[in-house]
């Protein structure tokens, strides 16, 4: 019997739809106060770091985004001002009803771990209005004791718990909590490094800056003299710098006479061991640099430059398309700018 191909069409929609919904996550729901204003959620995925802005229609919005593994993710208003914290996964449907003037007014559904954690928000609203260390660790710490297997445990740790001058102490409830409840794209860095992450200092545009090039002089860089730049962190150990180098070779060769830069920023901890590091490689395109105090240096600083290598590639106006410990990908958001 041929079975009509409408019939087919129609038995197949259900299935497409499901297949849709396991390749994504989507967070909807409405923030009280936000009108039409834009919201961004930030999170980690594929290596790098990702951000997606919607604008809210009376504070209603919809976010459609992707992450195969288990990932922290902050939602918050273009200026900075903070929604809520998330753990978000492909296949999960959010709800989230909050109020810009309180985020710990937060109720969540469609994700347990970020449901248990706008609990704990609003259970220890006053501490956290208050900033009370103290009492914040404390309450983190009970529920890590009691929950070492719950992925809330770790987004907790890593989003909420105040690290400086508790560092032992933050150090011990890490080791605590399971490992398969401690997903790599939730911890990477550890806390620290993943509130500076997620900052929005440090997806500010980029500024011009000066640094010192490999030749003993100076090069003055604005991305507004070019269509688009990547900016390469690279380490003092020469072999991690070899495993880069041939990459950037490749986008300087196809890129020639392209309105475009791509710049070395050396994180060694002085200029000998920069130049260390690149001595015999000189048949390169791109400019080579070291600025004093590496990631420390103010002109670096606020870019909140995690670990090396890292990558930014920046458009005209200097607005950041991507960061991220991958040189391919850093490589391919460059070279759309020039399809």
């Not at 771990?113 to 706008?118: G, N, T």
């Not at 907790?156 to 011990?172: I, K, R």
């Given at each position: 019997m041929k079975i009509p191909s409408l019939l087919i069409a129609t038995l197949l929609i259900p299935l497409l739809w499901a297949?849709?919904?396991?390749?994504?996550?989507?967070?909807?729901?409405?923030v009280k106060g936000a009108g039409a204003r834009t919201l961004t959620l930030t999170y980690l995925a594929d290596g790098g770091l990702k951000r997606i802005s919607v604008p809210a229609v009376d504070g209603v919005f919809a976010i459609s985004a992707a992450?195969?593994?288990?990932?922290?993710?902050?939602?918050?208003?273009?200026?900075?001002?903070?929604?809520?914290?998330?753990?978000?996964?492909?296949?999960?449907?959010?709800?989230?009803?909050?109020?810009?003037?309180?985020?710990?007014?937060?109720?969540?559904?469609g994700?347990?771990?970020?449901?248990?954690?706008?609990?704990?928000i609003a259970d220890n609203a006053e501490a956290i209005k208050k900033s009370d260390s103290e009492t914040i660790n404390r309450s983190i710490a009970q529920l890590i004791a009691d929950n070492t297997s719950d992925i809330a445990s770790t987004a907790?740790?890593?989003?909420?718990?105040?690290?400086?001058?508790?560092?032992?102490?933050?150090?011990?409830l890490f080791t605590i909590?399971?490992?398969?409840?401690?997903?790599?794209?939730?911890?990477?860095?550890?806390?620290?490094?993943?509130?500076?992450?997620?900052?929005?200092?440090a997806f500010a545009d980029i500024s011009a800056m000066t640094l010192y090039e490999y030749r003993d002089s100076l090069i003055n860089y604005n991305p507004r003299s070019y269509t688009a730049s990547m900016l390469c962190f690279l380490p003092e150990n020469k072999t991690a710098r070899d495993t880069i180098t041939p990459t950037l070779r490749q986008i300087t060769d196809r890129l020639t006479d392209r309105p475009f830069t791509v710049i070395e920023i050396s994180t060694a901890a002085d200029s000998a061991g920069w130049k260390s590091s690149v001595a015999g490689d000189s048949s390169v395109n791109w400019f080579r640099t070291w600025a004093p105090g590496t990631v420390a240096s103010p002109i670096i600083r606020r870019l909140a430059i995690p670990r090396s290598p890292y990558f930014i590639v920046a458009d005209g106006q200097g607005t950041q398309i991507y960061r991220g410990s991958s040189v391919k990908a850093a490589e391919r958001n460059l070279l759309s700018k020039f399809d």
């Open positions: 297949c849709d919904s396991e390749q994504k996550f989507t967070i909807e729901g409405e992450s195969t593994v288990p990932s922290l993710a902050t939602l918050a208003m273009s200026d900075g001002t903070p929604i809520g914290t998330l753990v978000v996964e492909n296949g999960m449907e959010i709800t989230l009803t909050a109020d810009i003037s309180d985020p710990t007014k937060i109720e969540i559904e994700s347990d771990p970020s449901k248990k954690i706008a609990e704990w907790l740790l890593v989003s909420q718990f105040h690290t400086e001058g508790y560092e032992p102490l933050a150090d011990s909590i399971d490992t398969s409840a401690r997903p790599t794209a939730m911890v990477q860095n550890f806390n620290a490094v993943l509130a500076s992450q997620m900052s929005t200092s």
